[in-house]
């Protein structure tokens, strides 16, 4: 790697757009004890050693570093998930704490990792696509330390919640989809579950009168939409409302009906994706999608959690923000998002 001219300091952006990884990959590089895969750890140092990259925030002993340290547990790093790590880490940074990342890959472990972050010594936790047990919640609050969780719905006591409103976004893309006429619906679901915005979608559907709604669970990826394109474009009554989980799936989806299938999208079909990542603009898909408010979010969440520092009896807030839907080529609004 060729060290690149700059006349400011380089800084750990810098290292990350050289080493093709996500800012907070550099980050729980340099955090010790933090969850990072040894290959993406090489790149990291091979980019910091030639920008010549030095971390100015380091742990430091009790009573030295004027940062206060908050754990962050990642259960999912989809890819429009993790440009919501690196401005977790951005926003944390600016407001005088630091993030100490863990990665929990197998969301059925989350109170083991859980717990090493708690005897960490931090002062609050945020939690990203994961729910941790009530024993490990009351632990938590026997400690003192407040605890955010982002894109989680359900209720957990003591825990601040802090995501998209599900409910009504599901319940505008089913207006938009039966506006348009359509009335076989297919949610496809990316696991380990079926988020609110999916149900509420279904429930609003068939609440309308629609066929009762088919459900797919695929994982988060493109062939996740190929595989329930190719599991439901066969029969005779094919759907034609399709709200997928994320844009990945809906791509897949999209390619399959129209490849495959020789589908006209969105004659035969409208396709709601989720995300608005960068796939959904390009020019041979521009799939209509939900765009998620991901400044919003974090912002809001570490706000969340530093007003819940020192007052963690107080009830925990639980705060939903709305979404857009961005009408693109897949929906009959063929709007110019």
Known sequence: MAKPFSNRRINAGDVAKLAQVSRSAVSRTFTPGASVAPATRSLVLAAAKSLGYQPSRIPLPEGRSKARPVGVIIANMHSHFREMSDRLDDELTSKGLHAIFFLCSDVTRIDGVFKDVLASHIQGMIIFSAAPSAQSMAAAQAAHVPVVILNRG???????????????????????????????????????????????????????????????????????????????????????????????????????????????????????????????????HRVSTVHVPMAALVQTAVSTLMARIGSVGDPAPRIWLGCDIIERDTSRGLGTG
Not at 154 to 161: I, N, P, R, T
Not at 165 to 189: H, Q, T, W
Not at 223 to 252: H, Y
Not at 256 to 269: I, K, Q
């Open 154 to 284: 359900e209720q957990l006591k003591g825990a601040s919640l802090v995501w998209i409103d599900g409910p009504e976004l599901g319940r505008s893309v089913a207006k938009l989809m039966l506006d348009e006429g359509r009335r076989r619906p297919l949610a496809i679901a990316a696991n380990p579950g079926r988020s609110r915005e999916l149900e509420c979608f279904a429930d609003a559907m068939e609440a309308a009168g629609s066929a009762a709604c088919r459900w797919i669970d695929e994982d988060w990826q493109y062939e996740g939409g190929v595989r329930a394109a190719a599991a439901v474009l066969n029969e005779g009554d094919r759907p034609d409302a399709i709200f997928a989980a994320t844009d990945s799936l809906a791509i897949g989806f999209l390619d399959a009906a129209r490849t495959l299938h020789g589908m006209d999208v969105p004659r035969d079909m409208s396709i709601i994706g989720f995300g608005n990542t960068a796939a959904s603009h390009w020019i041979s």
